[in-house]
Structures are given as C-alpha cells and as structure tokens.
C-alpha cells in the first residue's frame, strides 16, 4: 500500500479545530518542523499537544503558540520557551506538567492498549493529586492513565511508501511511541526510499502504524541550547 503523500499541507488536510494531536522530538530534535508549519498555516486552532516540550520562540511548537493555536499543551518541561512560560503563568494556556518517564510510558501505554500502570514517581506531591493511589510491598504507588491522541505527527531520518520508519540517535525519543498512541499517524521523513531497501531488522516502527508519509523539506536542525568548553591555558 502506497501511504506517500506529496507534502505537509495534504497530509494534514483533516486536522480540525479542537484536535489532539501527538508531536515527537526531544528539544529540537527530531520535531516534524513541515507538519508543524503548515498547522501554523492552516490555522486550526483550540489544539490539545502532548509533546515532552514546545519548541522555542520562533521554532517548532513556538510557531502555534505565537498564533495561540494551542489551548492545552501536556508536557514534561517548559525548556526555553518564552511564551509557553508566559501563556502559563497568565491563565492563557492550560498545561499539565508530568514527569518525564510518566510521560513515556503513558504514551507507551496508550499505543500498547494498557489501560493504566501504577508508579512510585510523583508520590506525596502536586503530581498525585486526584490520582488513585495504592500500597504495594509497603511502597505507595499512584495510578497513572495513558495518553492517546487523534494524530500523532512524527519525524524520521528515512521512510519507505508502506510507511516504514528509521530514526537517528535522539530523534528516537517519543517518535516511535507516539506513532504508535493516536488513531491516525502521518510521518514527515528526510529521506523516502524505496520499498524493500530498509533492514528489516533496523525498522523501528512498523508501517502498519503509519497512515501518511512525506519528504520534508528545508530542515533547519537547530541546537536549542549550546554550551561551550572553556579553552585551557
């Protein structure tokens, strides 16, 4: 089955206003800056984005918090992201915060059909609060729910028509799992390859997962934060 469709405008073409969606990437990395882009561009807007951060300023998740196309971003970590601090802390954005692992293995969960997993992480603090919680071998545990979402927006290093994934180093974090939690996953790649030319053994989602892949085009890269050796003397 061919899934290729010929860039991010069309691969998003029934993202409506009130969506969930899913955005891979840690930081900078790994982020599907076309997809994101041409949500900006569309202009949907009341969003629901579970993503570990939200970009910059100027630069991925940045972009549709600029035009407050986000109404509620579940994350991990505000990171450098000026307005998403702003938006915050003046009531304009609705954001719930979760420990990282919580996190990933809440995704995990809703692409693995696991109703709910009890952790130790988030015990006696804001995080348990509403949460049903229980005591296992003397350790007090607190239930947490998984997270789904309507889309799922990934991006991979190289991806065949049938929908195929290959990530590279860091880009692994949260892709492959969100590509696996929502009920329509569109794939941004750098590379698209012929079927048949990716190790089997090497693939790291599954087409069966992906509903719509594309090229993408002009990615830029950037490194959110640079932090520089000293010369010595």
């Known amino acids: 089955m061919n899934k290729v469709v010929s860039n991010a405008i069309e691969a998003i073409h029934d993202i409506e206003d009130g969506a969930t969606l899913m955005a891979g990437g840690f930081g900078l990395c790994g982020i599907p800056e076309n997809l994101i882009a041409a949500l900006r561009d569309k202009g949907v807007k009341d969003l629901t984005v579970i993503s570990n951060n939200a970009g910059v300023d100027d630069f991925g998740l940045g972009l549709l918090l ?3 196309q986000i109404k509620k971003m579940i994350s991990t970590y505000v990171g450098e992201n000026e307005i998403f601090e702003q938006q915050f802390l003046n009531g304009e954005l609705e954001v719930e915060l979760i420990p990282q692992g919580t996190f990933a293995e809440r995704i995990r969960a809703g692409g693995a059909g696991i109703a ?3 952790t130790p992480t988030g015990v006696g603090t804001l995080v348990e609060e509403g949460k049903e919680k229980r005591t296992f071998d003397g350790r007090e545990y607190i239930l947490e729910r998984p997270l ?6 990934v991006k991979a290093w190289k991806g065949d028509a049938m929908g195929n994934l290959v990530y590279r180093k860091t880009a692994r974090n949260f892709n492959p799992m969100m590509a696996t939690a929502a009920k329509i996953t569109i794939a941004e790649v750098e590379q698209l390859v012929p079927v ?3 190790d089997g053994d090497h693939i790291h989602t ?3 997962f992906v509903k719509r892949i594309f090229q993408g085009v002009n990615h830029e890269k950037r490194i959110e934060k640079r932090t520089y050796r000293q010369k010595s003397r």
Do not use: C, E
């Open 206 to 208: 599954p087409g069966i």
């Open 196 to 198: 048949g030319s990716l």
């Open 148 to 153: 789904k979402a309507d889309f799922a927006l």
């Open 116 to 118: 709910g997993f009890y």
């Open 66 to 68: 600029q035009t407050r």
